[in-house]
């Protein structure tokens, strides 16, 4: 059984360019989580998401970030127009409901923005 | 004030040494309450739930105190392999429905 499956790991954008991380939950689960974590601090809630559904972006900047959970295919973050201060790692979770404490987190995928 | 407030250490201890780590939360909806792990550069990982009475798991043992809005995690007999940052957790049933983490509590064990 594969956990959270996040891609890419590594990812370089000049400032102005696009972002797209992918997040394939865990099989079975049916919730997903983006949380943003900048170097030497903790990790920031984003958005919270059921397929097809937003459930909770209050954590989201209100422009240049967009996130979907289709209901096939991998969960995506979008940041348009990157900036140096999106320079970050972007953690995604997922579980299997959201009654839950335990939050399945993938690798991570890290964000530099030139 | 955040809503979660943790010491960022880093705690410094021997191996076999008795370290605790403190939280506190802001928000009285908060209903449940956990310890996670992350290493260095990598994900967090579930350590341990908190509840209500207190829970033991092996040499980790987690306190909640709701009146005073206060989470501890005790590690007794250190091992090296504790190295890591321990993050305070927090759900609410109202609200914001996902995890909210603390900065995390860093803590480096010695030979």
């Known amino acids: 059984n594969a956990g959270v499956m996040q891609n890419p790991r590594h990812l370089v954008r000049r400032r102005g360019q696009e972002a797209r991380l992918r997040c394939s939950p865990m099989?079975?689960?049916?919730?997903v989580y983006w949380y943003r974590q900048l170097p030497e601090e903790g990790l920031k809630f984003m958005v919270y998401?059921?397929?097809?559904?937003?459930?909770?972006e209050s954590g989201m900047p209100k422009e240049r970030f967009s996130a979907e959970f289709p209901k096939e295919g991998p969960s995506i973050l979008r940041i348009q127009q990157v900036v140096r201060g999106d320079s970050a790692a972007y953690f995604c979770?997922?579980?299997?409901?959201?009654?839950?404490?335990?939050?399945?987190f993938g690798e991570g995928s890290r964000l530099t923005v030139l | 004030r955040k809503e979660v407030e943790q010491d960022p250490g880093p705690f410094n201890v021997p191996e076999g040494a008795t370290v605790a780590f403190n939280c506190t939360y802001s928000?009285?909806?908060?209903?449940?309450f956990f310890w996670y792990r992350q290493d260095c550069r990598k994900e967090p990982k579930l350590l341990m739930s908190v509840y209500s009475s207190g829970n033991e798991d092996g040499r980790f043992t987690a306190q909640l105190n709701r009146a005073s809005q206060y989470i501890s995690l005790l590690i007794r007999d250190s091992k090296l392999s504790d190295s890591a940052t321990y993050l305070c957790?927090?759900?609410?049933?109202?609200?914001?429905?996902?995890?909210?983490f603390g900065s995390g509590t860093r803590l480096q064990v010695q030979p």
């Open positions: 099989k079975g689960h049916s919730h």
């Open positions: 998401l059921q397929k097809e559904n937003i459930i909770d």
């Open positions: 957790v927090v759900k609410r049933d109202t609200g914001r429905r996902a995890l909210t």
């Open positions: 928000n009285s909806a908060s209903q449940s």
């Open positions: 979770a997922s579980s299997p409901q959201d009654r839950t404490g335990e939050l399945f």
